[in-house]
């Protein structure tokens, strides 16, 4: 299984972007999906994730300014990022697994994710 991301870039405050990860070897049901970030110096943050049943979690810091939606049958993941804040810049990674929906919506550990993109960097500078 691997996780493909796209997306990412330079903006402006204000700016949006929107990110997209495909899980490419493998397709199966009960899967969480999440993002999370790191900025340098910071540790690894939650920032969203969507269940199975489309149920949702939003770090409080990104909560209506950022968006995640998924197309199964592209069995892609988005994170559409909008209103965007230079706090914002970080290397963004995907994740994926087998979670159950009331604790993929509930902000999970890092550690029920066994499959991880590559990280792509997203930078919000004037």
């Known amino acids: 299984v691997q996780l493909q991301e796209s997306g990412g870039g330079s903006v402006q405050p204000g700016g949006s972007l929107r990110l997209s990860c495909t899980v490419v070897g493998n397709t199966y049901r009960g899967k969480c999906m999440g993002w999370y970030r790191q900025a340098p110096g910071n540790e690894c943050e939650l920032v969203s994730t969507?269940?199975?049943?489309?149920?949702?979690y939003y770090a409080d810091s990104v909560k209506g300014r950022f968006t995640i939606s998924q197309d199964n049958a592209k069995n892609t993941v988005y994170l559409q990022m909008n209103s965007l804040k230079p706090e914002d810049t970080a290397v963004y990674y995907c994740?994926?697994?087998?979670?159950?929906?009331?604790?993929?919506?509930?902000?999970?550990?890092?550690?029920?994710?066994?499959?991880w993109g590559q990280g792509t960097q997203v930078t919000v500078s004037s």
């Open positions: 969507i269940s199975s049943d489309g149920s949702t």
């Open positions: 994740a994926a697994d087998m979670v159950l929906p009331t604790y993929c919506s509930g902000g999970p550990k890092m550690r029920a994710f066994g499959y």
